[in-house]
């Protein structure tokens, strides 16, 4: 039996913390498939302008989809800060700028647009509107370099590493293309079909993430997960 202190020992406090991060890594992929599906649910059944407009438009008060994409939102955060809690020790960075981006969805979530979810500089916004807006602009660019700094964090392990390396690369040249395309062409097709694929990445991301750390068997002096 291995005497406890000695070096290599499994301790109980860590095998505790193990434990609860692979727990709050499955409770994330849970959070982040049923966001997901009430979400899409809401925006196919809404009646929403096509890829013209913006899934947020589903959320608007007066649809009868509302409640049904508000919870999807909100379960989205929830996978936010679990996945930032499933991280292993060491990593920096990224479970701060994970919360900031759960809390910036719930925003977005609570805090409803008006008809259209207007957005400057081409179209008349409320102070609804800017503060709906101002929350998903922040939620996914905190989202997407915390993709950035997973990347480049050696405690995240091999497979953390690659999928948010994949998922920045991607990601990061849509959003700027969005804002691009919203400051000079503003609403239309090119940034309805833009954010839906910002999205889907975003969810596909946070899935297969959450499901790697749900499967890990703890955090190793190499940074793997075995």
Known sequence: ????????????????GDIARRVA??????????????VTLAVVAGPGSGLTGYVSEAGIADTGHAATYRLGVLALAGALLLIGAALPPGVWAAPGLLAAGAVCTAVSGVVTCSDGCPLPPFERTTAADLVHGGASIVATAAVVFAMIT????????????????????????????????????GR???????????????????????????LCKGPHADGSFR
Not at 1 to 16: C, D, L, N, Q, S
Not at 155 to 175: D, F, I
Request: net charge positive; with cysteine.
């Open 188 to 214: 239309g097709p090119v940034v309805g079909v833009l954010e839906r694929l910002i999205l889907a990445l975003t969810v596909l991301w946070g899935v297969t993430t959450a499901t790697a750390l749900a």
């Open 1 to 16: 039996m291995v005497e406890p202190g000695r070096p290599g020992a499994p301790t109980v406090p860590r095998a505790r």
């Open 25 to 38: 890594g499955s409770a994330a992929v849970g959070c982040a498939l049923a966001g997901a599906v009430a």
């Open 150 to 185: 997973l990347a480049v964090s050696g405690p995240a392990g091999p497979t953390v590493r690659r999928l948010a390396g994949v998922a920045a690369a991607l990601t990061l040249p849509l959003c700027v293309t969005v804002g691009l395309a919203m400051l000079v062409i």
